[in-house]
């Protein structure tokens, strides 16, 4: 073997490189109750940055109901680049009640059948906590922050040693108390936004760059 | 906590299953969150000493999810109680799980909760009990 080119080779150089860690993708989940505001925030990250949007949004909770993936997604902030791909996750319960979709129109069998592809959107949002190397944190700051489902995100991203930020959304509704989530996890960074409105979204993007680079 | 009528009235109950720190060590995870979820999906509350590790309480909803029929069993609650705990040479306090409380979708109505302390009205129905 000419052992100089081999070292040369691509061969060589694609192995060294997944040995070092180079070719890592940093795929930043965004995870959450049902309704907290990870699609609009998704949205408004790749409207920002890449100019279309990554999935639909709705008032009806569960409005996304499978991971969507977008790829390639780079943040600016002040000369640094961060390049990642959006995991958005189904909102995560531990309950699914069909009949709550029916007061948002639905018929019973569409309440169903939404119920139904809910838990499993959720069992997909859980199993992706494998393969994420960063969170968003999505947390509607007019709710009580201290639920089951969050204390549970939070508990596997710190077992599992994954970087994330809290979001505390909806900053532009009147009954939003952000201050309320920074005194409840002080030692966490707490980013308050409108995802919908774009407010604060420029200081989220400055403290993913610093978070996750 | 449970009230059984006589044979002749229709039995309006609820079973609270307390299972100790003990009786859990000797269970793997899995072996434990079926029996959770088993019991929760019967109808009864589940009481337990101590928590679930954050592994433990996400493999906890995945099971759940799975369980779900739509119409006959929604899903759980889980509301738990922090204790404080002092550690090398009582210099250093941090908050642990003190118990845990699970059950079956919506049975747990009213909650207030603190981090040390927990009052809820359980619906039974046509009746409600309270539970503190």
Same mark, same amino acid.
């Given at each position: ?5 081999? !070292? ?21 989940? %965004? ?25 639909? =949004? ?42 709550? %979709? ?8 569409? #309440? ?9 959107? =959720? ?42 930020? =809290? ?8 009954? #939003? ?7 409840? %996890? ?6 308050? =936004?409108? #995802? ?18 | ?56 309480? #996400? ?29 090398? !040479? ?43």
């Amino acid at each position: 073997m000419n052992m100089p080119r081999f !070292f040369r080779s691509k061969f060589f150089k694609d192995i060294l490189n997944k040995l070092l860690g180079k070719n890592k993708v940093l795929k930043i989940g %965004f995870y959450g109750h049902p309704n907290s505001g990870k699609t609009t925030l998704a949205n408004r990250m790749t409207t920002d940055w890449i100019g279309k949007p990554i999935g639909t =949004i709705s008032p009806v909770p569960h409005e996304t109901r499978r991971v969507y993936r977008q790829e390639h997604v780079t943040v600016k902030d002040d000369g640094v680049e961060l390049n990642f791909d959006i995991i958005d996750t189904p909102g995560i319960a531990t309950k699914i009640d069909y009949t709550n %979709f029916l007061e948002y129109g639905l018929s019973e069998e569409e #309440a169903k059948e939404r119920a139904k592809e809910a838990t499993k959107g =959720i069992i997909e949002a859980i199993k992706w906590l494998d393969d994420v190397t960063g969170v968003l944190l999505v947390i509607d700051a007019t709710e009580d922050p201290l639920t089951q489902a969050n204390i549970t995100i939070m508990g596997n991203l710190e077992a599992r040693n994954i970087p994330f930020i =809290i979001v505390a959304n909806k900053i532009d509704l009147e009954d #939003a108390t952000p201050e309320k989530i920074n005194s409840v %996890f002080p030692q966490h960074t707490v980013v308050p =936004i409108s #995802a919908l409105n774009g407010d604060n979204t420029n200081l989220l993007y400055r403290k993913m760059v610093d978070k996750f680079k | 906590m449970s009230e059984t009528n006589s044979p002749d009235t229709e039995t309006t109950g609820l079973k609270m299953d307390f299972l100790s720190s003990s009786a859990l060590n000797s269970q793997t995870s899995m072996e434990k969150i079926s029996m959770i979820v088993d019991r929760v999906k019967k109808g009864d509350l589940v009481v337990i000493e101590g928590g679930l590790t954050p592994e433990e309480e #996400a493999e906890l909803i995945e099971t759940t999810m799975r369980e779900i029929d739509i119409e006959n069993f929604m899903g759980i609650d889980i509301y738990t109680l922090e204790k404080d705990k002092t550690s090398f !040479f009582g210099l250093s306090r941090k908050k642990t799980i003190g118990i845990t409380i699970i059950g079956p979708a919506n049975v747990m109505k009213e909650v207030k909760k603190k981090s040390n302390f927990l009052s809820m009205i359980a619906n039974l129905g046509d009746s409600d009990a309270p539970v503190h």
